[in-house]
Every structure is written in C-alpha cells, then in structure tokens.
C-alpha cells in the first residue's frame, strides 16, 4: 500500500504497525452485509456470513429433574381417572348364605309336593289341596308348583339367573299367602295359627331382597352387572313376579 508521506513507497518512513493499523482501519469501514440481506436468502443456504448454511437457534426446554421415588405425572393422572375399587367386605358371603338357606328351603318344600319326601303330601296330595282351593287346572298346577319350587330353589343356591328365580318364588308365596287368606278370613301372622303367614311373608321379603340386591360375586352370575350393580332391571323383574302371582290367583281359580 502506498504511502502519501514517503511519496507512493510503502514501507519508506513508516513501520509495521502503521501499516497493520490502516489495514484494520480500512476493514472496519467496510460495509457489513447483514445476515439476511434479502429473502431470497432464507432458502438459498448461504447467508451473509458465508457459504455455511444457516442454523436457526434452538429452544432449550426446561425439564425437571426427577424426584427419587415419586411417579410420573401421567401415571398419577392415569391413577386419578381409574374407578376406585369397591370393598365389599364380607357383603359377597351374606349373601350367598343367604341365596343358600332360602333355595333349600325352597328344594325341601318342593321335593315334598313332588316325590313325597319327608312326609310330604306328593303330587296327588298337593293337586287335592289346589282343587279344594278353587283352582281350575289343579293337576297342571300342582306340577308347575312343585317343580317351581325346586327348580328356583336350586337356581338360587347356585347364583344362576337370580333375579328371575328369586321372582319366580314371590310369585309362588304370593299365592301361598292368599291361599291361607281364603282357608279363613281375617289376618293372622304367626305360623302357629292355622292359616298364619308368617313363614311365607319371611320367604317373600328374603326373595325381594335377593332381586333388589343380586346374588354378590360368589354365584355362577358373579360376573353379571346384577350380581353387583343392580338397577332398573331388577325392579322390572321385581314387577313381574308381583304380577304374575296375582294374575294366577285371579285368572287360575
């Protein structure tokens, strides 16, 4: 570079440093292109710094450390959405003692109308009894009564279709309860007397129990919404019972 001084000879009355010095001058007034100078430049993979590519800045996210022995949030969230578990306690075996002692009571009464088992009356007695009651189809009836009663009564020790054999026995000591009615006027609640319901009132109010509460989960319908969640079906069965107890002492005498 020439210098104006020592008359156009560079390096005639100056030293080193100047001549660095000027330099550095010179480069610092040059124009700085900007790192974008258009935008063109955004996908043209040069920018103002060079031929290197750009990088956009990245985003350090902020994650916290995990805590020992806690857990994750998601599983907590998880956990907090999850149904709670039910603890029913000992409220399975009641009722199945319960299911038990009703059905055999139930097998008992109707093994003796069926076969005459323990003293009891067998069909011809018991199709006697139904006649003198004024029912119009004793024969028919004393069947289906005995074999009723054995069958609901097995199907509600096992837990299978409870609902339905716990309506089936309503229906059944609905009419027993109307039958001693008729045998004489007048209420009469202890089973000492002669036409007293006492006995058949305890059967019926364990059957609309074991309809309103279901069979629990030891019963071969454990698994069944009305074993353990029963609702409105129930009472609709519930109903039905009722109804068809009533129907067969109007329509059936």
């Known amino acids: 570079m020439a210098d104006k001084e020592t008359g156009g000879t ?133 069947i289906a009564g005995a074999v009723g009663e054995v069958a609901a009564g097995g199907l509600l020790i096992l837990g299978l279709l409870t609902p339905f054999a716990a309506a089936a026995i309503v229906a059944i000591m609905v009419n027993a309860v109307l039958f001693k009615h008729e045998l004489e006027p007048g209420y009469q609640f202890f089973a000492s007397e002669s036409s007293g319901v006492e006995y058949e009132i305890l059967l019926v109010a364990c059957a609309v129990a074991l309809v309103l509460t279901g069979p629990g989960r030891i019963a071969v319908d454990g698994r069944r919404g009305w074993a353990t969640r029963p609702f409105l079906g129930s009472f609709v069965v519930l109903l039905l019972g009722v109804a068809a107890g009533v129907c067969l002492w109007i329509f059936g005498r």
């Open 10 to 142: 560079p390096g005639a009355g100056s030293s080193p440093y100047d001549n660095q010095q000027d330099e550095r001058t010179l480069e610092m007034r040059r124009p700085r292109a900007s790192y974008l100078d258009s935008e063109d430049d955004l996908g043209s993979g040069t920018t103002g710094l060079g031929n290197d590519a750009y990088v956009p800045p990245t985003e350090q996210m902020y994650r916290p450390e995990p805590v020992y022995g806690a857990e994750p949030a998601g599983a907590v969230a998880a956990e907090e959405r999850a149904p709670a578990k039910v603890r029913r306690g000992t409220l399975d075996l009641g009722l199945f003692v319960l299911r038990a002692v009703v059905g055999a009571i139930l097998v008992v009464h109707g093994l003796q109308k069926l076969v005459g088992l323990w003293n009891g009356p067998g069909l011809d007695g018991f199709e006697a009894t139904l006649r003198d009651a004024g029912y119009q189809q004793p024969a028919v009836l004393a």
